[in-house]
């Protein structure tokens, strides 16, 4: 007879550890989004997710009405799967403490956890792997990042840097020797006063941090529609930094159809007769 709960297990493997890893990164994931993420076959995913939940590294939070919504089923680490990560690797303790709340977690919580999930991916195909994408979780032991933590970290890759450092274009060659860049989301209905206040916070810190002209990382702002996106494009007029803003919204970032194309807003723009021209730029 099949017992369905044996005493004994094999110690993960490279695999699920990985896996659980991945989980940490984003904190919410779903199949589908994981599976893009690792570049796996959804099946393999699914089934691979499906034997940590059962062993009770990974909780999957999935009821009747998600169907009905529409709503995928996310999954998260459980206590057992923090405490593994915990003692057999170097993942932030401090950011495994706080996974512990994952329980409490509201369905906006867990959605944004996913959107982020999802611009990561999106990324990743935009830049063909151009960049390491960290998360707010990974940076939480780093002390050079603003806080509030921006959603995500892009580091280019250092195959990456070479190549472009190698340009010699005159009209490029400071754009060329810049490579990182954070990421912030604004959800819409944001007050005015709290999107002038988060940009200012980051010409504060690039003073503060003292770097050279350029070493400052550059800011992408994805705006979660159109209005927002312009009342961020306004508050460019008072920014007075040593580093650039790019600005898009999630449906032009997210549109399949734009994976070719430059989706970004130049801070820098015209206001010829009272209308904002801006240039539309890539990574």
Known sequence: MLNVNPKYRRPLST???SLLQAVFKFRFVSSDLLAEYLGKDRSSVYENLYVLVNQEYIVKQYDKTYRIRGR??????????????RENT???????????????MTEEHIDKCLLVMRIANT????????????TKYELTDQEFFLRPLPDLYLSRKEAQKQVKGSKQQDNQEEKDQHFDYTLDIFEPNLPTWILRQRLKAYQDHCDEAGLEEGEYPYVLLVAANDSTEKRLIKQFAYSLQDFEYYVTTL??????DNVDKPVWKDERFDDEDG???VELRGL
């Not at 995928?72 to 990560?85: D, H, N, Q, V, W």
């Not at 993942?91 to 409490?104: C, F, I, V």
């Not at 449906?251 to 399949?256: A, F, K, Q």
């Open 15 to 17: 695999k699920q550890v």
């Open 72 to 85: 995928p089923a996310s999954y998260c680490l459980a206590t057992k799967g923090i405490r593994y990560l």
């Open 251 to 256: 449906e032009r970032l997210l549109d399949p």
């Open 123 to 134: 990324l990743n195909k935009q830049t063909n792997n151009a960049f390491d994408i960290a």
């Open 275 to 277: 209308d904002e021209k």
């Open 90 to 104: 170097n993942t932030s303790q401090k950011a495994l403490r706080n996974m512990y709340k994952n329980k409490n």
